[in-house]
């Protein structure tokens, strides 16, 4: 039996793992969670072996093939063994999985349906019915050249789109283009794929026009972002088919279950421990080269002081003695993988200087490797003054990104390793010694982490007592207590969430709702009800070449009042307003996720003291009425509802002048909310024309604001003063730690 926790290594030592010749019943499962949209941001490296030669629709191409290795068999093969022995949701490997799986690595590779045709997918429908055949065999040959298929296409259609931008366009046409096909039908013809493309090019160089760039900015840009798109596909390895493959497999069994590859793992790691060993730079492809978009603080490129954000590195070399490896054209995952190594080592850069064309001399620059902290997803606190009557109210706030802990460093007993729990344990006590009168957990964004740091941080606010139930699946259902009876805070507490608050981020806002420790505020939450095991392929593998791990859906957790937060998360005491359609977002949008399911409740008091939330009433009165009259928060619900209008769009139209009024529209009813805004609250008085990354700080403030104002209606006898300047100081006033993002 698998441990019921997330992010944990299962060792799994009385299985015997599948063997080659003939083993189990049922041998393989597991594939995608779609790469989707963002399925190019993949970046890679070739490696091929033979020349596929095709006959598209759009003419013949010659393309190197990819075809898998020798070892990925058995990789399918483990994937599909646990699969079937572990998993929470007992599946039938069938034809009707099989479909699904099918439809899922389509939709992986051409989630818009932008490059193949129907009658590509028509040549591999047997599929439909045959992958679980494939799986069961470890047979990917043909998965493999479906994805060659696709990759022809990508070429061919960069080719035409390159093409096109040697044409000019006619934008006093009245047509529209769809953006949105994902449930589009595939195209039937070239003429069709072309008259696609044609209206995907016009309609790139139409937003960049009316957005002032110049033709040949235009082209520029557009070129430089089509070629791009070639690039990443020419740089996909047979890894990354399988990784896509089997990512496809285990999204059809449940949402959450995936394969990571070696280095999906690696990275996997270093987030949750919130550190790796490299030289602190934060890295970017652009075109061939890799850029510095920025050095770290305090890391090794900053204390060495010779890369600066804007070089372009060239080549790498390790310690004094080895040659410099030629990295352009890499794809970025390899050029980190080449820069990273372990503290104390060496590793020589050559560079192009920032500002420097490309015929310009290079230089070699020398770093020693050092371990570099990852603050960006680190708790950290902000404090919030409101004015009250009587004196002003200190609101603390934690806002925790995500659930971390670094198994390794636990594991091997050092006195410092970080996790959430320990690090808030420190912010709680700089909060309380300036002497805040409550305190916000912001879990806004939080998608979850490790379930032992939702349980400890948990037990930070109660005694004792059972944190949440889990079932595995056998269906035995066991309760996860509070394994410290201490509380670091017992005041008055309230948690802020949205609905991307998820997993862990829900097993903490449920216990402290049901505890009736503290008041929810925001949003529902995501709805990820389902805990998640580490396996370790790697004690699999033959060879002892690295296999990556398998990420399944062991167990489901309950609430200590019997309900599940699968689909309908956690619905705020307090609801905010918000743009997220909650129909469509969340674990209920998400296909083959767990139903949700209700068991008996737990054993539990609750929490002494719940002034706080049985001043919900009066509390909620004081919001509502803010509401009504509040500038802010009526530039929240009248935002809300803009974007909510702009996002239902799937098409644009293509005639300039529609556009362009289109645009005026919208932006005059942006800055009309902005200058409301800031007309009746000098304090944030600015430029009405803000960037859509300062209207959603300003939200992400705002949010955080009346969150703080409702916490502070929640205590007891202290009055309400004006609404309109009761902010002294708000959440961007930080008293903790730095953000620092690092890519390697």
């Given at each position: ?6 992010m ?12 080659d010749?003939k083993p189990f ?8 969670k ?16 033979t020349l596929l ?20 068999p058995r ?8 699969v ?7 599946v039938?490997?069938?034809d ?8 899922r ?11 193949l045709?129907?009658?590509d997918v028509q040549?591999?429908?047997?599929l439909r ?6 799986l069961?065999?470890?047979?990917l040959?043909?998965?493999?050249s ?20 040697d044409?000019?366009f ?5 047509e529209r283009?769809?953006?949105?096909r994902r449930?589009?039908p595939w195209?039937t ?8 493309w044609?209206q995907?090019v ?11 760039k ?6 520029k840009?557009?070129?430089?972002r ?18 896509i ?21 690696e ?9 790796l ?11 061939d080269?890799t850029?510095?978009l ?10 060495a ?5 804007g070089?372009?590195i060239?080549?790498v070399?390790?310690a004094?003695?080895?040659?410099i490896v030629?990295?352009?054209?890499w ?39 050092d371990k ?36 390794e ?10 996790s ?7 912010l ?13 957990i ?14 400890s ?7 004792s ?13 066991r309760p ?5 009876k201490?509380i670091a805070?017992?005041?008055p507490l309230?948690?802020l969430v949205?609905?991307?608050s ?11 709702q ?6 929810i ?6 709805g990820?009800?389902t805990?998640?095991n ?20 062991t167990?489901?957790f ?8 699968q ?11 918000t ?10 949008g ?8 209700k068991i008996?409740?737990a ?5 002494p003291?719940a002034s ?9 009165t ?15 619900r ?12 799937k098409s ?15 932006d005059?009813?942006r800055q ?25 700080n ?28 009761d902010?002294v ?11 620092i993002?690092?890519?390697?």
């Open positions: 039996m698998l441990p019921n926790w997330t944990h290594i299962a060792p799994a030592r009385h299985h015997r793992p599948p063997q010749t019943t049922v041998r393989q499962a597991k594939l995608l779609i790469l989707t949209k963002s399925f190019w941001l993949i970046i890679l490296c070739v490696s091929a072996s030669c095709i006959n598209p629709a759009s003419g013949d191409t010659h393309i190197t093939a990819l075809s898998p290795s020798k070892g990925q990789i399918v093969k483990l994937l599909n063994y646990f079937q022995r572990h998993h929470y949701r007992k039938k490997l069938n009707d999985l099989s479909a699904h799986i099918f439809e690595y389509l939709e992986s590779l051409d989630p818009n349906r932008s490059f045709y129907a009658t040549k591999f429908s047997h019915s045959r992958l679980d055949d494939e069961r065999r470890a047979r040959t043909a998965i493999f479906l994805f060659n298929v696709y990759r022809s296409r990508v070429e061919n259609r960069v080719e035409h789109a390159l093409r096109l931008l044409s000019p006619n934008f006093d046409i009245d283009y769809q953006f949105d449930d589009a195209t013809s070239m003429t069709a794929m072309n008259d696609l044609r995907r016009k309609n790139d160089y139409l937003s960049l026009k009316i957005s002032g110049t033709p040949d900015e235009i082209t840009t557009l070129g430089d089509y070629r791009q798109i070639q690039r990443r596909v020419h740089q996909l390895t047979n890894q990354d088919v399988l990784t493959f089997a990512n496809a497999y285990l999204s059809s069994v449940d949402p959450h279950s995936r394969y990571l590859s070696p280095r999906a793992r990275n996997f790691q270093i987030r949750m421990s919130l550190s060993e490299g030289i602190g730079a934060v890295l970017r492809s652009d075109n080269y850029r510095v920025r050095v770290v603080p305090g890391g090794a490129a900053d204390i002081g010779a890369l600066k954000a070089d372009r060239i080549g070399g390790q004094e003695d080895e040659p030629d990295i352009i054209g794809r970025l995952d390899d050029v980190v993988a080449l820069i990273r190594g372990p503290k104390d080592t060496l590793v020589r850069l050559e560079l192009i200087p920032t500002g420097k064309g490309p015929d310009a001399n290079s230089k070699i620059i020398r770093i020693t490797r570099i902290k990852l603050e960006e997803q680190a708790a950290k606190t902000s404090i919030i003054d409101i004015k009250r009557l009587e004196r002003s109210v200190r609101i603390g706030v934690i806002q925790i990104p995500t659930f971390y802990i670094d198994f460093g636990r594991s091997r007993g050092d006195n410092d390793y970080r959430t729990t320990r690090d808030t344990l420190k709680i006590d700089e909060l309380k010694s300036s002497n805040v009168d409550g305190l916000v912001d879990l806004r964004g939080n998608g979850g982490g490790a379930l032992t740091e939702a349980i941080l948990s037990g930070l606010f109660i005694s007592g059972p944190i949440i139930q889990i079932r595995d699946d056998r269906g035995r259902i996860r207590n509070d394994p410290d201490s805070y017992n005041g309230a948690v949205d609905r991307a998820a997993s862990a981020s829900e097993i903490f806002a449920g216990a402290i049901d505890y009736r420790r503290g008041l505020i925001g949003e529902p939450t995501f990820k009800g805990v998640q580490l396996i370790d392929l790697d004690r699999y593998s033959e060879d002892d070449s690295p296999v990556g791990q398998l990420k399944i859906t167990a489901q309950f609430r200590i009042d019997g309900n599940s937060t689909h309908r998360g956690i619905v705020p005491d307090i609801v905010l307003p743009t997220v359609d909650s129909e469509t977002q969340g674990e209920r998400l296909d083959h996720a767990l139903p949700w399911a008996a409740a054993q539990f008091q609750h929490f003291d706080v939330v049985n001043e919900l009433l009066p509390a909620q004081e919001h509502e009425a803010r509401l009504a009259i509040h500038p802010s928060l009526l530039f929240l009248r935002n809300a509802a803009l974007d909510r209008r702009i996002g239902q769009q644009v139209s293509l005639l300039e002048l529609t556009r362009r009024n289109e645009k005026q529209r919208r005059a009813e009309s909310l902005l200058s409301d805004l800031y007309k009746t609250d000098p304090a944030n008085e600015q430029d009405t024309d803000a960037s859509s990354l300062e209207i959603s300003r939200i992400h403030t705002i949010i955080l604001n009346e969150t703080a104002r409702i916490l502070a209606d929640a205590l007891s006898g202290i009055k309400t003063a004006n609404p309109m300047t902010i100081s708000d959440g961007t006033r930080s008293t903790g730690n730095t953000q993002p690092v890519t390697q």
